[in-house]
């Protein structure tokens, strides 16, 4: 056993999965393209009816009073889509902030991976994935062989934090993330990763433009297509924290990702 897979063992150990799952063909060797599942269709006529409804998002959940998405010119930079989440104020979101949260990471990476949104620590720090699921998300990519920030990028549909009534957190509502979508999606198209890891059913259904209620366990198990990069769906480490005996379905998950990111390479 090699350094790394001995390291990979002990990470996976951390994660609670066991035993150790091994991609039949190596991440680094060419991989036979498997039978890919093409979304591509269903994205864009889900995309289409997103873009339908976009200019007429109203607070129709009683969450946001949202009255069009963000505008995302095409062909924004990073500073001034950086600069555009910092200042925008197009979903009742902005009113529970103390900070936008951009993302996070290297912005040439290879690997995209998307979360729902901003919670109490995230707010505070402006980074995404802080607290206990952060760490578990960590292990997750160290398992991987990554480290967060290098050759990795992170963020979430939502740039701000879902507020809930009672001051906790809540999943983002669908007006919400059809507002602030664009940013995430030209986020994606700036960095043009290998593979996008969708961390959870938000993150899931908004990129792949499914409905809201679409389980999370009818997504896993098989590659995804969004705008033409593949897309694995995997368990938010949030529930996973909640559900440790899913950690192991989330490391197949990740495999799959490998796989994906293998065949990209
Ligand atoms: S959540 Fe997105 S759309 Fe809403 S105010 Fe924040 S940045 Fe703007």
């Known amino acids: 056993m090699t350094y790394q897979d001995s390291r990979r063992k002990i990470l996976l150990e951390q994660l609670g999965v066991g035993p150790v799952w091994t991609l039949r063909q190596s991440p680094t060797m060419p991989v036979a393209p498997g039978p890919i599942e093409e979304d591509i269709a269903a994205h864009d006529a889900a995309g289409a009816a997103i873009d339908a409804v976009l200019p007429r998002v109203t607070a129709d959940d009683g969450h946001s009073s949202v009255s069009m998405s963000v ?25 529970g902030r103390t900070n936008t949260v951009f993302g996070v990471g290297d912005r040439k990476a290879r690997w995209f991976f998307v979360g729902e949104g901003p919670g109490r ?5 402006g980074d995404p994935f802080v607290g206990p699921a952060g760490r578990l998300l960590d292990n ?4 991987l062989g990554l480290q967060r920030g290098e050759n990795t990028y992170i963020a979430n549909v939502v740039k701000c934090r879902p507020l809930a009534a009672d001051g906790g957190d809540r999943p983002p509502a669908a007006a919400e993330v059809a507002t602030c979508l664009p940013f995430l999606q030209r986020q994606i198209e700036l960095v043009q990763p ?3 890891v969708a961390l959870g059913k938000s993150a899931a259904v908004s990129l792949l433009g499914l409905q809201a209620d679409t389980p999370v366990a009818s997504l896993r198990g098989r590659m995804h297509t969004y705008r033409g990069l593949p897309l694995v769906v995997t368990y938010h480490p949030a529930y996973l924290l909640r559900q440790p005996a899913d950690k192991a379905k989330a490391w197949r998950d990740l495999c799959l990702a490998m796989t994906a990111h293998a065949a990209a390479a």
């Open 140 to 143: 997750m990519i160290r398992a």
């Open 194 to 196: 290998d593979v996008i």
């Open 121 to 125: 620590q995230e707010d505070l720090q």
């Open 71 to 95: 505008p995302v010119p095409a062909g924004l930079d990073w500073p001034a889509l950086e600069q555009a989440v910092a200042a925008c104020t197009a979903c009742g979101l902005c009113h």
